[in-house]
């Protein structure tokens, strides 16, 4: 009886030594997967961060190109006056929100009012 109980805690601290290292190769495995899908997105971001780099490049020139010279706050200001355009504000409320009359809001945003209406020709012609 003594070496039957003997023999089943040899057996016990067997199975125990053999699950801990299971389980540290599980943990090891589990935590390469982690990092690998870390590397991946720290990759996209770099390559996100690029092309938005290079969007604001391509800007630049475009704007040396047809002389067009804008401070940062104008350039901030004209960004968020399109941006709330495109989201389908009315002139009016954007002329509210930004302290401006309708008529400056219509004329900073006059070139993006006809390439739109353009589209709409072009699209309804088919």
Do not use: C
């Not at 604001?56 to 020139?61: A, G």
């Not at 104008?74 to 302290?99: G, P, T």
Request: no cysteine.
């Amino acid at each position: 009886m003594e070496w039957t109980l003997v023999g089943l805690f040899g057996v016990s601290a067997i199975l125990l030594v053999i699950s801990i290292l299971k389980s540290s190769h599980a943990s090891k495995v589990e935590h390469k997967q982690i990092d690998m899908v870390h590397i991946d997105i720290m990759k996209e971001i770099n390559a996100v961060q690029e092309s938005i780099r290079n969007i604001e490049l391509d800007i630049e020139v475009v704007m040396n190109d047809a002389g067009i010279t804008l401070s940062t706050e104008e350039k901030l200001f004209m960004r968020e006056i399109l941006d709330l355009y495109k989201r389908n504000y009315s002139i009016e409320s954007i002329a509210e929100m930004k302290k401006v009359t309708e008529n400056e809001i219509e004329q900073m945003l006059a070139p993006f009012q006809k390439l739109k209406d353009e589209r709409r020709k072009v699209a309804n012609e088919n």
